[in-house]
């Protein structure tokens, strides 16, 4: 009789435990399921001094939420590794997530053994992959149409974000959007106050070391400083001695005359990944160079590449000229933005870059036009590698009928982990229906019995009517990739939340110490 409360007893333990996690979950969804779809809802973030966010974004909303509990810190992760890959689809990878996790605790609650249902919900999310992959439809080109109506969705509906979107990806060229590494959505800044508009270069965000100096537009060659850009120097403890002192004196000599070379070369603008030494800042002033020090590495990259010039070392100083001339880049205009405090560079002899500048009237809107514009971005990105998809949960939903009838083929219990993959790839239709104000069940089965009928994967629910409409001739389209990879980050996180039996605190080392 003991060992069979026992048993009873474990059995309780184990579901109080992915209830708890399913719970904590669920929790999670809540705060961002509201904003999915055009009539979705915005969300207001309050810090602990009072700063405010508002925002539909659901990396924003989730990255700044305080979260505590470790299962609910896992499906953060699943918005992470979302934003990380592609960008965009955030909001939908968390609700694929968490409704895969709730189905999944309700099958095992009704006794399918939890191995079962997780070699089921990968073996269905594997079919769904495939499924979505092939339904995919490529886009032609920069010019083809539905590459604005993806930037126009994925940016809110904000057809000047679109507009200068799609204005940027044009001047970049297809090929560098399709560069493995480059991510579009890093070229978007934000300014108060300033109007949108695509620069055809770079648009570097740092005044001057040499501030007080107006610099006109004008050609430039550029000197790049992957140091600081100062004397070599000597170790301190070399210094307490005379031959150290003596050494440092004759570095500093050498660099006063190396300072020079700058102006046989013509140089125009000099950039260092740290600070600068206030001789060589007052020469530069003196000789009308513009010089912007502690720039990331990252934007010494962007100008290199932009400029064709090659980054080095303080000690590169000691080349003669006619080396060091093939470190640097050109750019046929250089000049400080004193309005928006930044500096425009353009016409370089590099590789083609834009920057796309979104402007708005107070901190809080600009913040997050600047989210909008760069999911735009990340979208349009996305679809020119991978094709796009019909929006608005209609490709979920012709792939959870597909899969549907496959789960009939299924025999084991493997089969109630594919149902719970069915259910959940029609939770992001029948969240966006709730969030246009309509009843889920009913909405659902219309598309349902309409995609059927029709044999298409491409009919919805409009949120305005209500009715059913073909989502590809209302120009409502996804980027495929982000729905592949929100479906794949949704089914690891969920098998993993599935599989935690117990959960056991870690004991503080530096409290054993």
């Known amino acids: 009789m003991s060992q069979v409360n026992n048993g009873s007893q474990d059995g309780e333990e184990t579901y109080a435990t992915l209830r708890n996690n399913a719970n904590a979950i669920r929790a999670i969804c809540a705060a961002v399921e509201g904003t999915l779809g055009p009539k979705g809802l915005d969300t207001m973030l309050v810090g602990a001094r009072g700063e405010v966010i508002i925002t539909n974004d659901g990396v924003t909303i989730l990255e700044k939420m305080d979260v505590t509990h470790p299962a609910a810190r896992l499906l953060i992760q699943v918005a992470r590794s979302q934003q990380d890959r592609v960008g965009d ?28 249902v997780v070699r089921g919900v990968q073996e269905g999310i594997a079919f ?33 974000l679109a507009g200068l979107v799609i204005e ?35 648009l570097i965000q740092k005044k001057p ?20 850009f100062e004397p070599e120097t000597v170790d301190e403890e070399a210094l307490t001695t005379d031959a150290g002192f003596h050494k440092q004196l004759q570095l500093r000599e050498q660099f006063r005359e190396m300072l020079g070379k700058l102006i046989e ?50 000690s590169g100083l000691r080349k003669p000229a006619h080396e060091l001339a093939g470190y640097l880049g050109y750019a046929g205009h250089v000049a400080y933005d004193e309005r928006l405090e930044l500096v425009r560079m353009a016409e370089g002899k ?115 009517t209500g009715a059913v409409k073909d989502m590809l001739e209302q120009g409502v389209i996804d980027p495929a990739e982000v729905k592949l990879h929100a479906l794949q980050a949704a089914g690891e996180v969920a098998s993993a939340v599935l599989r935690i039996h117990t959960v056991i605190k870690m004991r503080d080392p530096r409290t054993e110490e």
């Open 89 to 116: 689809g955030t909001t939908t990878a968390t609700v694929l997530a968490g409704a895969l996790v709730a189905e999944g605790v309700a099958q095992v609650t009704r006794g399918v053994p939890v191995a079962k």
């Open 350 to 464: 590099g590789r083609a870059q834009v920057s796309i500048v979104v402007g708005a009237s107070t901190s809080e809107v600009v913040g997050e036009r600047l989210r909008i514009a760069r999911d735009a971005a990340s979208s349009v990105q996305a679809a020119l590698r991978g094709g796009c998809l019909p929006g608005g949960g209609a490709a979920e939903m012709a792939v959870a009928h597909e899969l549907e009838r496959y789960r009939e083929t299924v025999q084991g219990m493997e089969g109630f982990g594919i149902a719970a993959v069915v259910q959940a790839l029609r939770k992001p239709l029948a969240q966006i229906v709730v969030n246009a104000g309509y009843n889920p069940l009913e909405k659902v089965e219309e598309a349902k019995a309409a995609q059927i009928a029709a044999g298409s994967d491409s009919l919805g629910i409009d949120c305005d």
């Open 265 to 314: 070369l013509r140089v125009g603008f000099i950039a260092s990944e740290r600070g600068i030494d206030p001789e060589a800042e007052q020469f530069c002033t003196d000789h009308g160079i513009m010089v912007l020090q502690r720039l990331p590495r990252a934007e010494l990259r962007r100008i290199a590449e932009y400029t064709g010039a090659r980054p080095l070392r303080r």
């Open 209 to 228: 070391a040499n501030a007080q100096l107006e610099f006109p537009p004008d050609t430039a060659h550029i000197l790049l400083f992957q140091d600081a």
């Open 168 to 202: 940027g990806a044009k001047r970049l060229g297809l090929q560098k959007l399709r560069e493995e590494h480059f991510r579009f959505s890093d070229v978007i800044l934000s300014r108060g106050k300033a109007e949108g508009e695509v620069w055809p270069g770079l």
């Open 128 to 160: 769904a992959l495939r499924s979505l992959a092939r339904r995919s439809r490529p886009i032609s080109g920069l010019d083809d149409p539905l590459l604005y109506r993806i930037a126009y969705i994925a940016g809110r509906e904000y057809a000047d």
